[in-house]
């Protein structure tokens, strides 16, 4: 009995046993309580995703497209510098197709000879490889102006730019200058800095039905004999079968489409963006037939 009786007895045999085991035991909840609150606030990290600034940060779009207005002449007034990047960089940048290149002296000099007026008249109608108002026929001649005389003042000229005349208030009638008669055969080069969807108002499945009527050759000549006639910058020269057979065979409704959206060098619609789709077409069928 007596033996039974030690082996149930408390190990806790004097009070500073006791006092220790307490004090253990007060540790051991404190660190679990301080593990489960950790861990029960570390959940509740996860749970910014319902904060509005989280949520907006992550459903913002990635990139937003802004469509732009085709250049106009009641866009506002702009400088020679802003109007030459819209309509004469793409050739005057590189010095594509002969034109002048911006800042070469040399090969500005005998044009800055004849003087700001002659320039002037050259950029308005057009003169070889280079289109009318540089292909925008939206821009008014004292914009043109500003242009060349920023264009010749870069390589050494002298010429006072015309300043940008504010905007007419609205309701208001300006007068509209008349509009210097055209090249006989504008040559369109330049593909003009207007807005993507001003190229992009009907896309082109297949080829627009010519309107009845519609003179192919005088389409051509206004818009694509520039080029074309010679060769220029790349474009297959008008009556060369060998030049004409590989486009020939990708079908009407790819030529037209190339015709109308522009490809490589060729700007849209020849740089003449007033043209209709069946004008477009009318011409491309007229130089297909010639290279047949």
């Known amino acids: 009995m007596s033996d039974a009786h030690e082996e149930h007895e408390s190990f806790i045999k004097t009070p500073q046993q006791l006092i220790v085991i307490v004090v253990l035991s007060f540790v051991v909840f404190v660190g679990v309580a301080v593990l489960v609150a950790q861990f029960v606030l570390s959940g509740f990290k996860g749970l910014d995703s319902a904060n509005p600034e989280v949520i907006a940060r992550a459903i913002q779009p990635v990139a937003r497209v802004e469509l732009g207005e ?93 300043k940008a005349e504010a905007a007419a208030p609205a309701g208001s009638a300006a007068p509209v200058a008349a509009e210097p008669a055209p090249a006989a055969v504008p040559a369109p080069m330049e593909v003009p800095a207007i807005a993507a969807a001003a190229y992009d108002d009907a896309p082109v499945a297949a080829a627009p039905a010519a309107a009845a009527g519609i003179d192919g050759k005088a389409i051509y000549n206004k818009a694509c004999a520039a080029c074309h006639a010679t060769g220029v910058a790349g474009a297959p020269k008008f009556g060369d079968k060998g030049q004409w057979s590989a486009r020939i065979a990708t079908g009407l409704d790819s030529m037209v489409s190339n015709a109308i959206k522009g490809k490589g060098a060729m700007p849209p619609k020849g740089g003449n963006v007033t043209l209709k789709d069946a004008e477009i077409k009318a011409a491309v069928e007229m130089m297909v037939a010639a290279a047949k």
């Open 70 to 162: 085709a250049e106009s002449a009641s866009a506002g007034p702009k400088t020679g510098s802003q109007i030459y990047k819209a309509a004469c960089a793409a050739c005057h940048d590189a010095g594509a197709a002969g034109a002048p290149k911006l800042g070469d002296n040399a090969a500005w000099g005998s044009r800055i000879a004849t003087g700001l007026e002659a320039l002037v008249s050259s950029a308005v109608n057009g003169k070889g490889a280079m289109p009318a108002k540089g292909g925008n026929s939206a821009l008014t001649e004292a914009e043109i102006t500003r242009a060349v005389a920023y264009m010749a003042n870069e390589a050494g000229a002298n010429f006072a730019e015309p």
